[in-house]
């Protein structure tokens, strides 16, 4: 460990502590609602309040994207799919990125079915036709919408696992580019009521299997469909269905206020949380900007 490190390791991390510490904010914590509404819970599996998610096709008047905007304010998800043959990136950037994980994947010595969640980082201002054309869209107000780089989940996995994104206001765009998933978005107040806990850059639930019993959008995303939701306020589970391996576009858009409360009053104020986007920052700089993680399967 060089001088430097060290003197940040054992300087900077205790000052930071302790002034987290004097604002009465905590590292590890777990979030749980201060007066949970009974009322508001759902007490068996048959009764639950799930929806399905509203459908459309793509956009073609200033209404149809009114009526959009409205549903992002409202936090309510909904999909866009667009016809078998108007793909809306080209196909062969999706294709490139396949032929991209299978070349590095043999590199590292792993086979194209070994089981990881995969995340590609492309270039922050990488074009996307139309749909930057769509995002523009529905957030017009924005020069610049993307709040971090565009990612690709990619990869042999069943399902990322429930979780909120750790990440300031946002709404995204998710574009399925190949094969299709199931999702489940619990609404926001629902969200906001279930007891979860900060890791890493996500909010996780306490206890999964308490979800059934609370409200939620769901819907299947197929191939050449693009999902709208607001995924650092609403907790949300992608499962991949049988059928092609999917590749799908995360692009995470500037939305101000769509963050879950302990995001902004906990998860983004501690160390952990500085360490680990330092760690994606440097893996997407220095390494191929493939991030494989096994965390969830
Ligand atoms: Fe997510």
Known sequence: MSMSCFNLDMLFKPALRLGLALKGVQDYVCYQ???PDKKEHIGSKSDIPSVAMPMFAPPSTEADLQKMRQLI???????????EDHPVIPAEKSQAVEAYLHKTLAEDGYKDDDEFLIVKFEKWHENYGELDKFVQGILPRLRHPRLNWPLWFLGNYSTSGPHVDAMFGSVNVYYMAHGSKYVKILTRAATERLPVHYKDDYLFPLDSSEIPKYPSYEGVLKENSVLVFSNSACLHIFENLPGPKPRALSLRLKYTGKVHPLIIETAMCSWD????VTKLIRNAATKGKLLRTNFVK
């Open 33 to 35: 609602p201060a007066v």
């Open 73 to 83: 304010a409202d936090d309510v998800p909904f999909l866009i799919q667009w016809p």
């Open 273 to 276: 949380y500085v360490e680990h």
